[in-house]
């Protein structure tokens, strides 16, 4: 079947053109970009080392007892521009708990960095967000910050950091974590995109919330025919902020012969939630062979996914035997190319994973890699005999 591509971005000019989409992305909430991105974890320290080692995040901050914090504990990771917090519970019953109980580890907080958390709050919510947390300034020796937040899909939430009158090592209430182990980075610069999973007929609820609430402006479209195999299928749209930085796609699941990769998700998670990370890296063969090493989990391409490579990209700068040693995707859009790999769940739920990703001039998500992406997941979801 043909695959009708809506890629908004490319019809300059026309009711959907890049001035439409610049238009379209109101300005009522100014995003500076990713400000950080919060798990809640059953067991904060051993993942803190699992993303440590694995993934060659940096010690950055700390919160617990040592803090004065008593009722959890928090580690603050780097990497180049990406940071991210491991929260375990210290206490027997609270929403951290109940969260890990019925999520399993997974992304609770989304944090956007703004001017001004206080208009980010009121903008959204008198638009329809559900409050999280009302505007609260906190602060300690290295100035303040104002945070607030609003509710997305399930029960993950968009915190508001307004940081400019504070030059501490991360929030209030936060030290410095100093280690004596510091594995080296593996070349992760940024995030590049965070993929919700929502469930049957919502994508278009959640897409409406990011247009309507967020003032995001919707630049991408795939339906079942582009992205579905013998037995799987799911429909994504791709929300974006007016400045770009912040992507959003947001998938649900579609009718195929068997349960799809979104389905399986949404039973192990008890409902809507991150299901990957997407980081940007400068180097993906380094990347991913230094992650490879460190026992970082992808999954497997066949190596017939490489026979016609040229044939449906095009030249590449890379080595074709380098990318199909380490199992790296690539795609072609009109402006460029990307490279781009997944990892396996990391968590013990078949939930979140993360992808690591290349971008060559292509804004896009690598369509075309998506049968052949589908395919290897099938074979995941075939030996938890979840399929
Ligand atoms: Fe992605």
């Known amino acids: 079947?043909?695959?009708?591509?809506?890629?908004?971005?490319?019809?300059?000019?026309?009711?959907?053109?890049?001035?439409?989409?610049?238009?379209d992305a109101e300005d009522f909430l100014p995003l500076l970009g990713t400000d950080y991105v919060e798990l809640y974890v059953g067991n904060a320290k051993q993942s803190a080392h699992f993303y440590k080692t694995a993934f060659g995040f940096q010690s950055e901050a700390y919160a617990g007892l040592e803090t004065g914090v008593n009722d959890r504990v928090s580690y603050v990771l780097k990497q180049d521009k990406i940071r991210l917090i491991l929260t375990t519970p210290l206490e027997e019953n609270g929403v951290i708990n109940e969260h890990i109980n019925k999520h399993g580890d997974g992304v609770k907080v989304m944090a956007l960095w703004v001017e001004d958390a206080a208009s980010a709050f009121e903008e959204t919510t008198k638009r329809g967000a559900k409050p999280f947390m009302e505007p609260t300034r906190e602060e300690d020796?290295?100035?303040?910050?104002?945070?607030?937040?609003?509710?997305?899909?399930?029960?993950?939430?968009?915190?508001?950091?307004?940081?400019?009158?504070?030059?501490?090592?991360?929030l209030?209430?936060?030290?410095?974590?100093?280690?004596?182990?510091?594995?080296?980075p593996v070349g992760l610069k940024f995030i590049d995109h965070m993929v919700?999973?929502?469930?049957?007929?919502?994508?278009?609820?959640?897409?409406?919330?990011?247009?309507?609430?967020?003032?995001?402006?919707?630049i991408i479209s795939f339906d079942d025919k582009d992205i579905s195999t013998d037995y799987t299928a799911l429909m994504s749209k791709?929300?974006?902020?007016?400045?770009?930085?912040?992507?959003?796609?947001?998938?649900?699941?579609?009718?195929?012969?068997k349960k799809s990769q979104i389905e399986e998700y949404l039973e192990?998670?008890?409902?809507?939630?991150?299901?990957?990370?997407?980081?940007?890296?400068?180097?993906?063969v380094e990347t991913v062979?230094?992650?490879?090493?460190?026992?970082?989990?992808?999954?497997?391409v066949p190596d017939t996914y490489y026979d016609d490579l040229l044939d449906r990209v095009g030249e590449i700068d890379e080595d074709v035997e380098e990318l199909k040693k380490h199992g790296i995707l690539i795609d072609r859009d009109d402006e460029g190319y990307l490279l781009q790999l997944f990892t396996k769940p990391v968590v013990d739920r078949p939930t979140m994973f993360f992808e690591i990703i290349q971008r060559k001039g292509a804004q896009s998500f690598g369509k075309g890699n998506f049968k052949a992406l589908f395919e290897a997941i099938e074979r995941e979801q075939e030996n938890r005999g979840t399929l």
Request: charged share 20%.
């Open 238 to 257: 791709v929300m974006s902020n007016g400045n770009g930085r912040i992507k959003f796609p947001i998938n649900e699941p579609a009718e195929g012969k």
């Open 289 to 300: 062979s230094a992650m490879r090493d460190r026992g970082v989990e992808f999954l497997y």
């Open 172 to 184: 209030p209430g936060y030290k410095k974590w100093e280690s004596h182990y510091n594995p080296e």
């Open 268 to 284: 192990f998670y008890n409902g809507a939630g991150v299901q990957h990370i997407a980081v940007a890296t400068d180097n993906i």
């Open 1 to 23: 079947m043909a695959a009708e591509i809506k890629d908004l971005r490319n019809l300059q000019n026309t009711e959907y053109g890049i001035k439409k989409l610049f238009d």
């Open 196 to 218: 919700g999973n929502v469930g049957w007929n919502e994508m278009n609820t959640w897409c409406k919330f990011y247009a309507e609430v967020m003032g995001f402006a919707q």
């Open 141 to 170: 020796g290295n100035g303040h910050v104002i945070k607030s937040g609003i509710y997305t899909y399930g029960e993950t939430v968009h915190i508001f950091v307004e940081r400019k009158d504070y030059n501490g090592v991360f």
